[in-house]
């Protein structure tokens, strides 16, 4: 009589799944690479214990991925519960411009004990001499891809804007944009924070309100004919009440802006600045601009818009270098810290954007002038950008707010925003510090006059460039003025934090209720 033994099963091997859908390559849905990671376990005996999951996030660089820095922070750390992470392909472990970036951040994994499986590449991940090539190959196609794409969306843009069709951006005061179709037909206007939903439709720049027009060549007047400074300018829009298309008050910049930009005489200008590839941005030199001349009908003529230019130029070029250094130096005389804004504002000094030209960038200036500010250098620039930045964060807020349904007043001098006539919220930008330790930090100051119901505060990533989080701070949990965030914070902090508005968005939406009879 013959005895069959059975073989005992084999315990499955732990692993963490990590799957990421980039905004640029959205047939890489985390759904479809779930469904293969669970096959590619199934095959080779493993138990996902834990997802990592970045949706919408690019590829290109760490930052913003909170998912993939956590994984690596737990393989660091020694707190991750699975020898092995499964992943879709090698472009979704990342499309790092540097493919040793992405070799650095697996062999982190691989030094830790972890081993990571390419579950749909033709190669096994094994270490060896044929599958270190492929994947050198692989990542460097990653980045190649990424490049190209960048390359192609460039040119299309480009060609748009030859056609004479709007890039983003605002449409600035005095201006609207318009939605058009295939056929050149006018569909709406768009108002601030909308965006076109067919990909057939174009947007265009049209005149805006008659009283907004009259305003724009009032100011060419009053700057050319008048022989007024932008400050004097500046100072009688907002003795009349008038304000600014973003609903704030004029100043020095704000009126040179408008003075400066060939939108109103009609040009569709592109390329002035480039920020590629999250690469460092800068300013191109005029020319390598994209342009389509007379594109959209003029707000004011052409004699009055050069003859301005030639204005701001030829005072320009009355300040010598050393002139220049030393109106830094008497401005420096009289206020303890400088910024861009103060810079501005201030009379018989050139603007900040004529030291940035004059220079390369305010920083050069600030060295060149013998000022030392209390931080290093860098936080200037940053404050600037996040300044920039600012309008079209609190205009998206508007935007989600309105299309929840929600009706919303914008204060001109707080930004406060009233929602539904029943609270209020203001936002607030955190630019990210970094510790000689390498932690990760983040300031707010909380502003205790205001005090708004709900605090918007935006977390920014490492480099500063780009929105890492939210966290919805009601003014009840909000005791001290000031509060520092960390990486983790905590559950009596992190409960507020959201990687989106959506939540937000729907606090503000009304409900029907039925009434008994």
């Known amino acids: 009589m013959s005895q069959t033994s059975e073989e005992p ?3 499955p091997v732990q692993a963490a799944q990590y799957v990421r859908m980039s905004t640029e390559h959205q047939q890489y849905s985390t759904a479809n690479q779930d469904d293969v990671i669970q096959e590619y376990a199934k095959q080779r005996n493993f138990e996902i214990v834990k997802t990592y999951a970045d949706e919408g996030k690019s590829g290109l660089n760490v930052a913003g991925r909170r998912s ?6 737990d393989v660091q750390n020694g707190i991750a519960d699975y020898e092995a992470i499964l992943v879709y392909d090698v472009s979704r472990w990342g499309r ?7 070799a650095y951040y697996e062999y982190l994994c691989k030094r830790a004990g972890i081993s990571v499986h390419y579950c749909a590449e033709q190669f096994e991940n094994d270490g060896g001499p044929t599958s270190t090539i492929i994947k050198s190959v692989k990542r460097a196609m990653a980045g190649e891809y990424s490049r190209e794409l960048s390359t192609k969306v460039f040119q299309g843009q480009c060609r748009l804007i030859e056609l004479g069709y709007r890039q983003g951006g605002p449409a600035g005061f005095g201006l609207r944009r318009m939605l058009i179709d295939q056929s050149g037909e006018a569909k709406a206007q768009l108002a601030r ?3 076109k939903s067919l990909q057939t439709d174009r947007v265009i720049l049209v005149k805006g309100p008659e009283q907004e027009i009259e305003t724009v060549n009032r100011v060419y007047q009053m700057f050319v004919v008048e022989g007024q400074r932008e400050r004097q300018i500046a100072d009688q829009l907002n003795s009349e009440g008038i304000a600014t298309d973003l609903g704030r008050s004029w100043n020095r910049g704000t009126v040179r802006q408008l003075l400066t930009n060939e939108k109103y005489i009609g040009n569709n ?6 920020f590629k590839l999250k690469q460092r941005r800068v300013s191109n030199e005029p020319n390598i601009w994209v ?3 007379a594109a959209f009908e003029a707000v004011i003529s052409q004699e009055l818009f050069y003859t301005a230019q030639g204005i701001i130029r030829e005072r320009s070029k009355c300040y010598s270098d050393e002139e220049m250094i030393t109106c830094l130096r008497l401005l420096m005389d009289q206020n303890p810290t400088l910024s861009a804004g103060l810079i501005d504002a201030a009379e018989n000094t050139p603007t900040s954007s004529t030291y940035r030209t004059r220079f390369g960038s305010l920083i050069r200036a600030y060295r060149l002038a013998g000022y030392q500010p209390d931080r290093d250098y860098e936080y200037i620039e940053i404050n600037q950008k996040l300044r920039e930045m600012y309008p079209d964060l609190i205009g ?3 935007s989600r707010l309105g299309a929840a349904g929600a009706s919303v007043t914008q204060d001109v001098d707080t930004d406060l925003l009233l929602i539904n006539g029943e609270y209020s919220a203001s936002m607030m930008l955190s630019r990210c510090r970094q510790t ?9 100051n909380v502003e205790q006059k205001i005090a708004p119901d709900i605090t918007i505060l935006v977390r920014m990533d490492a480099a500063n460039e780009h929105v890492v989080d939210y966290y919805l701070l009601p003014i009840m949990d909000i005791q001290a003025p000031r509060l520092l965030l960390c990486e983790s914070n905590g559950v009596y902090l992190d409960t507020y934090q959201f990687d989106n508005l959506d939540y937000f968005a729907a606090l503000s939406e009304r409900k029907k209720f039925e009434v008994a009879a």
């Open 9 to 11: 099963e084999t315990k």
């Open 68 to 73: 993939l820095q956590a994984l690596i922070a």
């Open 96 to 102: 790092f411009q540097d493919a040793d970036e992405s």
């Open 193 to 195: 924070g909308e965006c």
């Open 269 to 274: 200008v592109y390329n002035r600045t480039s």
């Open 291 to 293: 342009r389509k001349d």
């Open 396 to 398: 998206d807020v508007v």
């Open 436 to 444: 000689e330790a390498g932690s990760l930090r983040w300031m707010i």
